[in-house]
Nanobody, 126 residues
């Protein structure tokens, strides 16, 4: 199992940018498909982005496509989520997730991941 801890969340205004980090420990993340999910109060956990084991490929749903960028630095055992042009509807707790199984484009539901960080709050005011 790999331990994950997110950081970088905070309160920003619409149009601002944030860069979230996911620091992994215990295991090397090079063997894991990595992803970001988010969950707003009263809502189901929502897929945000995934990245292949090598970092060569990424996948995004339409609500964040073109605004968010997932990246990874396997040497630093860290995954990032660059969020630009933030909107109030981006407000949520953002979670980092890891899976040894599957592929970046198929792992788009929470059940595809069994390693999670505790989350970091992102609040976007209007």
């Amino acid at each position: 199992q790999v331990q994950l801890v997110e950081s970088g969340g905070g309160l920003v205004q619409a149009g601002d940018s944030l860069r979230l980090s996911c620091a992994a420990s215990g295991r090397t993340i090079s063997s894991y498909v990595m992803a970001w999910f988010r969950q707003a109060p009263g809502k189901e956990r929502e897929f945000v982005a995934s990245i292949s084991r090598s970092g060569s490929s990424t996948y995004y749903p339409d609500p964040v496509k073109g605004r968010f960028t997932i990246s990874r630095d396997n040497a630093k055992n860290t995954v990032y989520l660059q969020m630009n042009s933030l909107k109030p509807e981006d407000t949520a707790v953002y979670y980092c997730a890891a899976s040894l199984s599957g592929y970046y484009k198929s792992n788009v539901t929470p059940r595809d991941y069994n390693n999670w960080g505790p989350g970091t709050q992102v609040t976007v005011s209007s």
